[in-house]
């Protein structure tokens, strides 16, 4: 063994000291580092013939990027729908690591059952019946890919076709229905080899809403004859966070074949609060529903789940038999139920943080961050600088700047903004309109930071 390595070995415990000084030095400065640093191109390292050993490797990294990092994980990084990290899910994540378990195969270790016991809480947060499985994947781009894997699957068995075995080409063109359907599930309609193309999208209500018309919906099905077909249903959208109605939708389900994938990517978490919990009704009769963790559970990246009414299916599209991974027997391996084959054991981090802080821990965080996003609306609906393009129904601000309003002008406030470094939005689009994004789903956020976030946005004007 090379000296480098022969010696971080036997100095486990003082470099480990290293990391938990960098990391608690790291944690006690979120509240103070910009939320979000410009992209720069530094000058490549070239790889070293020997090797600096981990001691030095440390000093070299945080000389190179350091201070650059930024607290994208702070109370005040509000771009996209980007979650934090509570204290018990960066536990579970470092010993994840630690242990650096395999996932894919229930027969030599433990790691199959903390994610099933974790899907098992999961399942309860979200009030979904026992009849869901749940698999843990690395985004909910993956668990949407994942859910229209099954979906297509599904389509096939309507045709008397088993996709996975005999491909695409053995059914005619599969249709998807959905009105403001995430980028990702148009992503992975590509990877799928449906194409993006053959997403129909289907009007939404008039007044202010991006939630599906389902007259029209019904209308579309109607066309199709009886054709199979695939309705991706949103529980939470992006700009505004508006539900679709997925009690009508599900309704539907009498009279016309369709599979139904919901995706809840964060919408999902409105389960977590009696005030907002009746948004998901009717998400129990979905076949397959993606929800994120590294969002509102508040995990690190990456991690999120697909659920499913219809593991058979899951099972069609990603078993992975090979005579040296042995037969599919129970309980199911997550080998032959995820994209992926070899993975860490993602659930750990849901685990520890689902146990240490519970539904009511939950909920805090959820209504707390729709509270504080009520608050910046209301700040924004009285001052003369900016408006409000939607009303602020659950974590999102959905605003602009008011008079003349142009892409180029948002985007000068947005750079300044970030550039300030007290807090971070970022741009969007609504109902044609150059729209700032406001995202609440940290465990941080607090009044404080309204405060700090509404005097920054004013100086940045
Ligand atoms: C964020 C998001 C996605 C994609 O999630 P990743 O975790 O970034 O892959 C899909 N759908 C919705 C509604 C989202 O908010």
Redo the contacts with the bound molecule.
Sequence with gaps: MRQNLKQDGSNLESLLENALHVSTEYLDSVDTRPPATAFSQKEMLTLPEDGLASARTLGLFLERYGRDIPSSNGPRFWG??TGGTTPAALMGDWLTSVYDLNLSHAANSVAPNIEMEAIHMLRQLFGLPENFSGTFV???????FSGLAMAREWVGRQFGKNISQEGLHVIPQIKVLSSEA????LKALAMLGIGRENMKIIPKLSGNREAMDVSALRTALLELSGEPCIVIA?????NTVDFDDLQSISALKSGFKFWLHM?????GFASCSPKYRHLLNGMQDADSI?I?A??WLNVP??S?MIFTRHRDLQISVFQNSGAYLGEIAEPVDFIHLSPENSRRMRALPAWFSLTAYGRAGYQDIMERNCLMAQKLGERINASGAFCLLAPVRMNVVCFTLNGDINAERVKTFLMRLRDDGRVFMTPTTYNGVPAIRAAFSNWRTEEKDLEIAWQAMAECL
């Design positions: 996209l729908v690395s985004g909910a781009t993956m668990s949407n995430h980028s990702s599930s949103n529980a939470g959208t992006v995706d809840a990517a964060f919408g993606t994120d590294h969002k990246y990456d999120a």
